[in-house]
């Protein structure tokens, strides 16, 4: 279980470029919206590690694109390292390559406070924009994968993703059991 917070810090620590590409993503999304950002922390010791705060997106696609931005900028980032590192000579690169791969994956999902504020968007805004019909389940995942993330399931996804990577390019793993 991962509810310890000294762990939670080590985690941290160890995967902080993750974290750093995450609130990055949600920045990024708030520049291309053109949604006012009051004030972003990339990473710090604490819970959160990171966080955006940003004004109310005028709409309802708006706000999806911001909270649901790290999942899509973390996996391209972590399948373009993947990409790389399973496609060059083994060197202490490739472990580098691996590392922010991994940690870079492990922060995709969205967090719990990004759900909550997705779900109060999708109660206020699904009479008047059917798109928010979506935020429903997309916030039961999201809420899932860090209910989840207790037992490494952010491990495991970022680990899937370069074996999928790995199998995908060399027909292989990236890795010799």
Partial sequence: ???????????????????????????????????????VCYFRLGNPSGYVIHEQPGSYGKALLIDTAPFLINTIIAIILYSIAVTIPQSSLTYI?????????????????????????????????????????IVGLIKLAALLSRVWFDLLYAIALLVLVAFLLRGELPFHL
């Fill in 1 to 39: 279980m991962r509810s310890n917070p000294v762990l939670g810090s080590i985690i941290a620590i160890l995967t902080f470029p993750g974290i750093i590409v995450h609130e990055l993503a949600h920045k990024l999304l708030c520049g291309l919206t053109h949604v006012t950002v009051h004030k």
């Fill in 97 to 137: 390559l691996y590392w922010l791969g991994i940690s870079i994956a492990m922060h995709s999902f969205p967090s719990s406070g990004d759900a909550d504020i997705l779900w109060n968007q999708s109660k206020s805004s699904w009479r008047k924009n059917p798109l928010a019909l979506l935020g429903f389940p």
